[in-house]
Nanobody, 114 residues
Framework: QVQLVESGGGLAQAGGSLRLSCAASGTMFVGTMGWYRRAPGKERELVAL???????NYATPVKGRFTISRDSAKNLVYLQMNSLKPEDTAVYYC?????????WGQGTQVTVSS
């Protein structure tokens, strides 16, 4: 059974940092993995993607502040979030988005206070 389990969420102050981790199990993921988020009252949106070769892609609001990385040997994906803003408050989801519908974790809450 394929599972994605996120950890590392919590409460941070504006300007602070958090590091999210995602542990995948059930199969080795060699393709694109990513992080998405859903803020209260908003649609789910892409945060960052990382390909099997390590190429990365970031949503404009997080460019220069967030860094996605992976340890393919261990089936782990990370999201380092720096210079956090209150607007980063959301539930963050780890995903293997392709091909759709993909695989999704249950999410981890990130709350940034001003």
């Amino acid at each position: 059974q394929v599972q994605l389990v996120e950890s590392g969420g919590g409460l941070a102050q504006a300007g602070g940092s958090l590091r999210l981790s995602c542990a995948a199990s059930g199969t080795m993921f060699v393709g694109t993995m990513g992080w998405y988020r859903r803020a209260p009252g908003k649609e789910r949106e892409l945060v960052a993607l990382i390909s099997g070769s390590g190429s990365t892609n970031y949503a404009t609001p997080v460019k220069g502040r967030f860094t996605i990385s992976r340890d393919s040997a261990k089936n782990l994906v990370y999201l380092q979030m720096n210079s956090l803003k209150p607007e980063d408050t959301a539930v963050y989801y780890c995903a293997v988005p392709f091909p759709p519908p993909g695989y999704w974790g249950q999410g981890t809450q990130v709350t940034v206070s001003s």
